[in-house]
């Protein structure tokens, strides 16, 4: 099972990639949320990728990380 | 290492902390820029909620019918913020004209009397008015781009017989600024209209023109926002057409009221009357009318 697949059938994974991301105000991640349970998991595993993509730290954040 | 410096470093350990811990606040809207991965990010939620919301406005549940076209609103609100508006200054920006204007002109040459509530100048720079034949009542409409203006005790227009026709009008008579995509054929201009403000070419000039001359209101915010102007920037030679449109960054500024001059595409002012107008010739042709004079001339 590749990673998207597991995450599709990690629901509170899921919610919370979407509760941390740092891309989405509150309104958005609300809504996320309320429509999660219903997403197919095709949906769900395209949501965990995009997520776990756009959590990747920053140029800034590496270099960042990297002095400390 | 200083008190201050130590507890800047404190801060920025406490903010890594918190950003390990994902704790970090969503950035708030209308907050700094979003950074290119963000915006890809919110590009893909876009996508998957349109997706998403194919399938979910046909559920049996009602609630989640809302929630997936709620979802679908905030993915694009988030995916539109941030991004250049059209208007920065709330003003929208003007496309110069493309190539001159000049339409319902007399094709003799002679004098035309003018009806004085019909004259107005639109954001591009195009002049309107109705005008009327020799011993006919009927009026014509005509547009224009290129007009010199002259400070006479008539409204008239002149075709003369080489060069741009000549618009000679009362100190009192208003140009009426309007957006270029008002209806500049049924509408009587007035005072209070919204969108529209009155401009008088020759208000603060106690000398003006002997011959004429290119008139601009100045460029600056505001212009149709029903209050008189009554500046001007005058020139020998016609602008390019990019220097002509009202709400272009960068063109003509002029200042009312102010205790300055205004400032000239050429960089040369001049000040008329006690307020601020600009004198330019863009071929740098000669100049006079310095500060503090009651009277400007230009020559070419």
């Excluded at chain 2, 001359?213 to 990019?242: C, I, M």
Aim: charged letters at 25%.
């Amino acid at each position: 099972m590749s990673a998207p697949e597991a995450g599709a059938q990690d629901v509170w994974g899921l919610e919370q990639l979407i509760r941390r991301s740092r891309a989405m105000d509150q309104a958005l991640k609300r809504q996320w949320l309320r429509v999660l349970p219903y997403l197919t998991p095709g949906d769900r595993a395209r949501l965990y990728q995009a997520l776990v993509e756009g959590q990747a730290p920053s140029p800034t954040e590496q270099a960042a990380a990297r002095s400390q | 290492m200083s008190r201050r410096e130590r507890r800047l470093r404190q801060r920025q350990e406490r903010g890594r902390t918190r950003a390990r811990a994902g704790v970090v606040p969503a950035r708030p809207a209308g907050g700094p820029a979003q950074d290119v991965e963000e915006r890809a990010l919110l590009a893909r939620l876009l996508d998957i909620a349109h997706d998403a919301s194919t399938y979910l406005r046909f559920s049996p549940n009602a609630a989640v019918r809302v929630s997936s076209a709620l979802l679908l609103a905030a993915s694009l609100a988030a995916c539109s913020e941030g991004e250049p508006s059209e208007a920065p200054s709330g003003e929208a920006v003007v496309q110069p004209l493309s190539q001159e204007v000049r339409s319902g002109l007399p094709t003799k040459p002679g004098k035309y009397p003018v009806d004085r509530e019909s004259v107005s100048r639109d954001d591009k720079g195009v002049y309107r008015f109705a005008y009327s034949e020799p011993g006919q009542q009927e009026k014509k409409r005509a547009s224009i781009s290129l007009l010199r203006f002259l400070s006479a005790n008539e409204d008239t227009l002149e075709v003369p017989e080489q060069g741009d026709p000549i618009l000679r009008l009362q100190k009192e008579t208003p140009v009426w600024l309007t957006a270029a995509d008002a209806d500049h054929t049924t509408v009587i201009y007035r005072t209070g209209m919204p969108g529209v403000s009155p401009w008088y070419p020759f208000f603060y000039i106690s000398n003006p023109f002997p011959r004429p001359v290119y008139y601009d209101p100045p460029q600056r915010a505001g212009l149709r926002s029903g209050e008189p102007v009554r500046d001007s920037v005058v020139s020998n030679t016609a602008k390019p057409a990019a220097q002509r449109t009202l709400g272009a960054p960068g063109a003509v500024s002029g200042r009312a009221g102010g205790t300055g001059s205004g400032t000239a595409v050429s960089g040369r002012t001049g000040t008329l009357g006690g307020k601020s107008a600009s004198v330019s010739s863009p071929k740098s042709s000669g100049f006079s009318g310095g500060s503090g004079g009651s009277s400007a001339g230009a020559s070419s």
